[in-house]
């Protein structure tokens, strides 16, 4: 039969039922998925390492035969090792497996064996060397076929049954089976432009590189063939928000006046004190596509504190002052409440008429407020998600701001929007995003950046300090409310429960009895009444309470310059970005402002690592970039509903300068006049994966 890219991979010679299965649970359904399945590793099987020759501490690949092998159990411990004894013409090598069971019976004498490990001298025996854990790989009859050695031997991640053996075979006769059947959906141009092969021999290359292949090169993603379907796929994803970008400019929109003077005064008279340079700078970027009849699609990303809410009530006066509404949606209720307080200050100056809308109103006042939005009456509306809901009309919404970016997904940025017609939108967003994040997640919005603190700000230190430390810990912060000044003290739960993590209530409770007798403490988490929240959170900004226990429902926005201390318990068990948005809750007055994290002394990993970086820097950048390490950018934003592509082949930490070219070229194509639809039609062509990820690109 005739195999092409989209036949099914029951098709081909040696995949059943069960493997097409374990296949399909990782999305790989074509023929073509299974060739953007790329080997993570490559070996070089070419010309092996006599067992005599082997050095403690390097890494070797090595051809032998297996002489004996034998699990070894300990009385008392569940775990076993297996013993595995190899022998080639010039001599011994012995082999641990930790957690070995699993290998009983799985070798027998004369086997060839292919190993891939690290040489280390036994420590028992130092005049023995052996090797731990290597991953290891039995060849068929006679020593191998010319699949498994006397080449550079491609090493894959084993999927269910299909282990790197078996997905090697599977791959070369798909590649053998398809010939020259493999088109390029790129342009000759560019791939010459670049000195990148053509679609066939770059996955055959990349599958089956030719033995003169350098093998650094291509176990670090370098070689042609593997930069080839690296630039592949960031292009075709840039491609998408190319188009789209092109498609929103060429949208009507709405035109407002800018450059008045009743306009420049009206801003005049609401701002609360003299903005930074960076704030005004941000804020003439945003002014200037205000201007402009087609619609602001604009991320501003500021540090926590940087002042990004001033600027936002002053694009809305811009908008009011033409006759429109603005909406301002904020992820929790509490900083929607907050934005809409700030929001009554500031606008309230100028005039303006504020509305609130979150989800936990009494029906009257709900019904009181719906019907403001609806008229008009309500020029700046403040709320949660409730803002986007069913019922909600605005009577005329020029401008759409959404705070905290991340924490909403793009189909809800989208619903935002379409309360209105075609008004300008304005994200913001405090987290910290690595360039190469924020060109595929808002690859098609504008960035302005405030990169500058308000003067006035007090140092802020962050030490780390462990439940042995406590009573001294607690001493401290008495000392500060002594002096006026108050605190945050935050658990990662509510209630106790078996984990035995502190949680909110418990020590809220605690904390008030046995530790501060004298001091007014409060306590807010999320189970809390809506009503009951704002109280608490007013008493805290008024500075009726001194302490406010609380869990991360304060991690967002919360702005109470007074706050010069918080305390964080548990510290390990949250997240980087996490720990980053609870400390910006602090050092946003004059005084000196201090972060205490409560972790074990003992604590390794990246728990570990997390709170070091805390304690090494405050440069959000660094801790997004640190963050994006650590738990790779799957992880970053949370799922895939928040826009984060799946990518197959490319690594947005490893291959940062193909995406900026990737960008590049596929944006100057996009602005090539007359070319929209044939380049629509070609990412309509693209496989179902591409289809997935490009729809998911255009929700935004
Ligand atoms: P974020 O960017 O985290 O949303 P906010 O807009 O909440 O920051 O601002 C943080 C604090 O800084 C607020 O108390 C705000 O009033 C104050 N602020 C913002 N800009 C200035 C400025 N130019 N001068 C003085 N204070 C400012
Ligand atoms: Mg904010």
Redesign the pocket.
């Known amino acids: 039969m005739n195999l092409s890219l989209g036949s099914e991979v029951k098709y081909l010679r040696g995949v059943g039922p069960q493997r097409a299965e374990a296949l399909a649970r990782r999305v790989i359904l074509t023929v073509e998925d299974l060739l953007y399945y790329l080997p993570f590793r490559y070996e070089d099987r070419i010309r092996f390492t006599p067992l005599a020759d082997l050095r403690p501490g390097n890494v070797y690949t090595l051809q032998a035969e297996v002489a004996d092998g034998s699990l070894l159990r300990f009385r008392g411990r569940r775990d076993a090792i297996y013993h595995l004894l190899l022998r080639d013409a010039t001599g011994a090598l012995y082999v641990k497996f930790f957690h070995g069971a699993y290998l009983d019976g799985r070798f027998r004498p004369g086997q060839q064996i292919v190993l891939h490990g690290k040489a280390e001298i036994d420590r028992l025996r130092p005049a023995r060397l052996e090797m731990v854990n290597p991953e290891f790989e039995l060849l068929g009859a006679a020593g191998g076929d010319s699949l498994e050695v006397g080449r550079i031997v491609p090493i894959y991640e084993a999927i269910g049954p299909l282990t790197t053996r078996v997905l090697r075979r599977l791959l070369h006769a798909a590649l053998e089976a398809l010939g020259e059947n493999i088109p390029d959906p790129l342009p000759a141009g560019l791939l010459e432009r670049h000195g990148l092969p053509a679609r066939g021999p770059a996955l055959r290359a990349a599958h089956f590189p030719p033995p003169t292949e350098n093998l650094d090169q291509l176990n670090a993603f370098q070689t042609p063939a593997q930069r080839r379907l690296i630039f592949e796929e960031f292009f075709f994803f840039q491609l998408g928000l190319a188009l789209r970008r092109r498609q929103q400019q060429a949208e009507p929109g709405i035109a407002f006046r800018v450059r008045d003077e009743r306009i420049r005064e009206a801003l005049k008279r609401i701002l609360?004190?003299?903005?930074?340079a960076a704030?005004k700078r941000v804020l003439a970027e945003i002014a200037a596509d205000l201007g402009r009849p087609t619609p602001m699609n604009r991320l501003l990303q500021?540090?926590?504190?940087?002042?990004?809410?001033?600027v936002a009530l002053e694009a809305a006066v811009i908008a009011i002052e033409n006759g429109y509404q603005a909406a301002l949606m904020a992820p929790t209720e509490i900083l929607a409440v907050q934005h809409y307080l700030?929001a009554r200050r500031v606008l309230g100056r100028g005039g303006y008429r504020v509305e609130l809308l979150v989800s936990g109103m009494k029906p009257a006042a709900r019904r009181q407020a719906l019907e403001r939005v609806a008229s008009g009456e309500a020029q700046l509306v403040a709320g949660t998600h409730a803002l986007i809901e069913e019922p909600v009309a605005f009577h005329k919404l020029g401008l759409a701001i959404i705070?905290e970016q991340h924490r909403f997904g793009v189909l809800q940025r989208k619903r935002l929007r379409e309360k209105g017609a075609a008004p300008d939108a304005l994200v913001?967003t405090?987290t910290p995003i690595p360039r190469t994040l924020a060109l595929t997640l808002y690859g098609d919005l504008d960035l302005s950046v405030?990169d500058q603190m308000?003067?006035?700000r007090g140092p802020l230190v962050t030490v780390r300090r462990s439940d042995e430390d406590l009573a001294r810990v607690w001493e401290f912060v008495r000392g500060e409310l002594g002096r006026g000044r108050q605190a945050y003290v935050v658990y990662p739960v509510v209630e106790e429960s078996k984990q035995e993590l502190k949680a909110a209530i418990a020590q809220y409770e605690r904390l008030s009895r046995a530790v501060f007798p004298e001091c007014r403490l409060g306590l807010l988490h999320g189970r809390l009444a809506n009503d009951e929240k704002d109280r608490v959170m007013e008493a805290f900004r008024a500075g009726e309470l001194q302490m406010l226990v609380s869990t991360t429902v304060i991690e967002v926005?919360v702005?109470v310059?007074n706050a010069t201390v918080m305390v964080i318990e548990h510290a390990e068990r949250f997240g980087l970005a996490q720990l980053h948005q609870l400390r910006?809750r602090i050092g946003?007055g004059r005084e000196k402002s201090y972060c205490i994290l409560i972790a074990p002394r003992d604590l390794g990993g990246e728990g570990r690592e997390r709170i070091e970086t805390l304690v090494r820097t405050t440069n959000g950048a660094e801790i997004a970039d640190a963050d994006l390490r650590l738990r790779g950018p799957g992880e970053f934003f949370g799922t895939a509903q928040h826009g984060a592509p799946a990518l197959r082949v490319a690594s947005l930490l490893r291959d940062r300068e193909l995406l900026e070219l990737a960008r590049r070229e596929a944006f100057a194509l996009a602005e090539e006049p007359g070319r929209a639809d044939e380049l629509e039609r070609l990412l309509a062509s693209l496989d179902p994966h591409w289809q997935r990820r490009y729809e998911l690109a255009k929700v935004g």
Request: charged residues 20%; proline residues 18%; hydrophobic residues 25%.
């Open positions: 609360p004190f003299k903005p930074t704030q500021g540090e926590v504190g940087s002042g990004k809410t001033i700030a705070d913001m405090a405030i308000p003067p006035g926005g702005d310059p910006g946003r």
